[in-house]
C-alpha cells in the first residue's frame, strides 16, 4: 500500500519542541518530502487549548507582493482555536488576574465586549475552568449573542450608551465583577496584559519567522494592544529600525490624533469594518504613541475590495478589518519601495460576517457594490 503525505503526516505524532518524530512502521522507505520536513520542524502537542494559541503561520500574500515587489506577509491569526487575534489578549489577561491572585479555581471573569474578545475568553475560561460574564451593547446580532452563550458564557445585552454614561457595558460589566467574590473585570482596552501578549508572542513570531528581516508593520486597533505590542517589540529588538504604521477606519480618531502630533480628536464617518476603531488613546496605546512613524485611513470602499481580492487572489476568506490591514500593508509597501517587506495581522475569518459581506441587499444598502471589480461579483452570492 503505498500512502500519500497527508496520510504519511497524520501517522506523524510530534513532541512539542518538534525534536522527536514517531513515524509508523507502515510508511513505504522513501526521501521525505520538503513539507513533511517542514511539518517535523512545527510545534508538536499542546497541553490544552492555552497552549494551542498563537504561533501561527506568516503568509506571503503572493498577488499583492508581485504587484509591488514587496514581501506582504500577513500573520494568519484566524487559524486561533477561537478564530481571531484576540485569543492571545484573553489569555494573556486571565493568566494575569491568575498571576495577580485575583482570580482563583471556579472563579469568575467578566468582560465588555461585542466580539472576539469575548469568544476568546469564553475560550479559555472554559478550558481553565471559569465561569465567563459578557456586557455587551443591545445592538449587536442575535448571532453574536448565541455563539458566546452556546460557548458557555452568561451574556447581557445593555442600552448602547456612551462611555461616559455609567449605564455603559463596560461600566456595568466591572460592578458586575465589583459586586462577586472571587471575580475580575478584565478590562481589554486599559489592561495592559493584553499589550504585553503581544510583546511576548506576536512580536517575537513575526521576528523569528522572517528572521529579523522585517522592514514594516502595520495595522488597525482596536483596545490597541495589537498594534502597540507588536511595534514595541519589534522596534526594540531592531533598534527601531522597523518602521510602524497605524491603519485608522473611517470615524476613528487615531488617525487625526497621531497626524495632528496629539492635537485633534476628530471623528468623521463610520465604517463597515468590526472590533477597530477607537474614540479615545486607550492604556494599551498609550506607551507606544511616540514610537509611530505615521497613520492613515482606510475607506470602506478599499477594505471591501480587498476582501474580494483576496479571496479571489489569495484563497484567503477574511474579514473587513484584516482587509483593511492588508490595504494598509499594500500602501506601506508602496511607500517603502520595491524588496521591503511589511508585515501585518489577518485578525480574523469572514465566517461571522458572510451574511453581509457577501449579501447583494447588504452591500447596495452601504453603497458598497461598485466598489467591487465586475470580474469578482461573482462572489456576490448571497441575496
Ligand atoms: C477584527 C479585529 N479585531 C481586533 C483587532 C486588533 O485588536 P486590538 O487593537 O484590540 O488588539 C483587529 C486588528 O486589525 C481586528 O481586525
Avoid at 494573556?92 to 468582560?111: C, H, I
Avoid at 458557555?152 to 460592578?175: I, K, L, M, S, T
Avoid at 498609550?286 to 492613515?296: H, T
Wanted: glycine share 10%; charged share 20%.
Amino acid at each position: 500500500m503505498s500512502l500519500n503525505t497527508a496520510q504519511m503526516l497524520r501517522q506523524t505524532v510530534l513532541r512539542r519542541g518538534g525534536a522527536r518524530t514517531f513515524a509508523s512502521a507502515a510508511i513505504p522507505a522513501r526521501e521525505p518530502s520538503a513539507r513533511l520536513l517542514a511539518v517535523s520542524k512545527a510545534q508538536g502537542v499542546s497541553d490544552g487549548l492555552t497552549e494551542a494559541i498563537g504561533n501561527t503561520p506568516l503568509i506571503r500574500l503572493n498577488h499583492l507582493s508581485k504587484e509591488t515587489g514587496c514581501n506582504i506577509l500577513g500573520k494568519a491569526e484566524f487559524m486561533n482555536p477561537g478564530g481571531s487575534i484576540k485569543d492571545r489578549a484573553a489569555l494573556y489577561v486571565v493568566l494575569d488576574a491568575e498571576e495577580r491572585g485575583l482570580l482563583k479555581p471556579g472563579g469568575t471573569v467578566v468582560e465588555g465586549t461585542a466580539g472576539n474578545t469575548g469568544i476568546g475568553l469564553a475560550h479559555v475560561c472554559r478550558s481553565r475552568g471559569y465561569k465567563l460574564v459578557i456586557y455587551m451593547p443591545n445592538t449587536q446580532s442575535q448571532g453574536k449573542i448565541d455563539l458566546l452563550r452556546l460557548l458557555g458564557a452568561e451574556v447581557y445585552p445593555v442600552p448602547a450608551v456612551a462611555f461616559d454614561n455609567e449605564a455603559n457595558y463596560n461600566h456595568q460589566a466591572r460592578r458586575h465583577a465589583e459586586a462577586l467574590d472571587n471575580a475580575v473585570w478584565t478590562n481589554q482596552f486599559d489592561n495592559v496584559a493584553n499589550r504585553r501578549a503581544h510583546i511576548e508572542t506576536t512580536g517575537p513570531e513575526i521576528w523569528a519567522q522572517t528572521e529579523g528581516k522585517v522592514d514594516a508593520f502595520t495595522c488597525a486597533t482596536g483596545t490597541g494592544g495589537t498594534f502597540a505590542g507588536t511595534t514595541r517589540y519589534l522596534k526594540t529588538v531592531s533598534g527601531g529600525r522597523v518602521k510602524a504604521f497605524l491603519a485608522d477606519p473611517p470615524g476613528s480618531v487615531l488617525h487625526s490624533y497621531i497626524s495632528s502630533g496629539g492635537k485633534l480628536i476628530e471623528r468623521s464617518g463610520s465604517s463597515i469594518t468590526e472590533g477597530i476603531g477607537q474614540g479615545r488613546v486607550t492604556d494599551n496605546l498609550a506607551p507606544d504613541v511616540e514610537l509611530v512613524d505615521g497613520s492613515m485611513t482606510v475607506s470602506d470602499e478599499k477594505s471591501i475590495n480587498m476582501v474580494y481580492r483576496c479571496l479571489d487572489e489569495e484563497g484567503l476568506y477574511l474579514g473587513a478589518s484584516s482587509a483593511l490591514n492588508v490595504v494598509a500593508a499594500k500602501e506601506v509597501a508602496e511607500k517603502m519601495g520595491p524588496g521591503s517587506t511589511v508585515v501585518t495581522v489577518l485578525a480574523d475569518g469572514a465566517y461571522r460576517y458572510a451574511d453581509r459581506l457577501f449579501s447583494r441587499k447588504w452591500l447596495e444598502s452601504k453603497n458598497l457594490v461598485g466598489a467591487i471589480p465586475k470580474h469578482l461579483e461573482k462572489y456576490i452570492v448571497l441575496p
